[in-house]
């Protein structure tokens, strides 16, 4: 019995012992771990910088009279930027109107019908060769088109600049969405007797919908925030908007306006129009990620069969 035991206790392994050469590794990867984590804090520090201006300079005039009133004229003290607010929202819902269905459509169409053609090829391309063009080229394009046209700046000028502007964010996106679904889905509603529109419109859509917020929310912070095509196609009006074919104010501009003027009050109002413009961003990001997220507690997942509405034989 002792014998066994002691058998057992020398047949027992043996700790570790760490060799030089083991040291010297195991302190390169903490070492490439920290600065690793230590570059990741560095890319916060431009973001809690705007963060930390924009609040420091931007809440003295943050009042509820800002929202509701004109603008000053220069050197004026009070007064406001609601017709700004109103002018930015008007552009960018027509920009989502033009820009969220023909990106969508388009996604669907070079990812569920035709993939690998020519078209599908050249689409991307154009897409992707639109993301690098600079913003005020799609304004000199809807001046040309839209406010020669129509023989005067709107803000549905500036709403087709915008919407040139995020189209190709849209849709790529949008690929990339369902490009993610997986394959099984697709294959399991066929299977089941179902057409490709009801496999993409009940299946694939619902399931890559979360991404696609999000790429469309990615275009909404884009559009909101831009000067240069908002100055070629909207131009500024002091004004609350009328119609979508008068000029229209917008927050970026008068940020661009009010900060170059040599007078205080509109210099610290455009820090005031720079706070709300970042809200207003933050805000459609978090509501977006709120609603269509996949987590949230409580959704339901859908029922292939319920969504299909297929009939069985003898039903």
């Not at 996949?294 to 509405?309: D, S």
Request: with cysteine; aromatic share 10%.
């Amino acid at each position: 019995m002792d014998s066994a035991a002691g058998s057992s206790l020398a047949a027992a392994p043996t700790l570790k012992v760490y060799k030089p050469r083991d040291k010297t590794r195991l302190g390169m990867d903490r070492f490439w771990t920290s600065l690793c984590v230590g570059v990741s804090f560095l890319t916060l520090i431009p973001l809690f910088s705007i963060v930390y201006l924009v609040l420091r300079n931007g809440l003295e005039l943050l009042r509820p009279n800002v929202f509701t009133d004109l603008p000053p004229a220069p050197g004026v003290e009070g007064g406001g930027f609601g017709n700004a607010i109103e002018g930015t929202i008007v552009m960018v819902i027509i920009a989502l109107v033009l820009a969220a269905p023909l990106g969508t459509c388009s996604a669907i169409y070079i990812c569920e019908y035709d993939r690998r053609s020519r078209l599908a090829g050249m689409v991307r391309f154009i897409a992707k060769l639109l993301t690098g063009i600079p913003s005020i080229i799609c304004g000199v394009f809807a001046y040309a088109v839209v406010v020669i046209t129509t023989g005067g700046f709107s803000a549905l000028a500036g709403g087709v600049a915008l919407a040139v502007l995020v189209l190709p964010t849209v849709l790529l996106t949008a690929e990339q969405a369902l490009l993610g679904v997986p394959n099984a889905l697709r294959e399991a509603a066929y299977g089941l007797g179902s057409t490709r529109f009801q496999t993409i419109f009940r299946i694939v859509l619902p399931e890559a919908l979360p991404a696609i917020m999000t790429g469309i929310m990615l275009a909404v912070a884009r559009a909101a925030g831009e000067t240069a095509p908002i100055l070629f196609t909207a131009l500024f009006s002091e004004y609350w908007l009328q119609s979508i074919m008068q000029p229209a104010a917008s927050l970026s501009v008068l940020i661009y306006n009010f900060s170059g003027l040599p007078y205080p009050h509109q210099i610290k109002l455009a820090w005031t129009a720079s706070l709300v413009l970042v809200a207003l961003v933050t805000l459609a990001n978090v509501t977006a990620q709120v609603v269509f997220s996949k987590r949230v507690p409580g959704r339901k997942r859908f029922k292939m069969g319920w969504f299909l509405n297929i009939r069985r034989p003898g039903n």
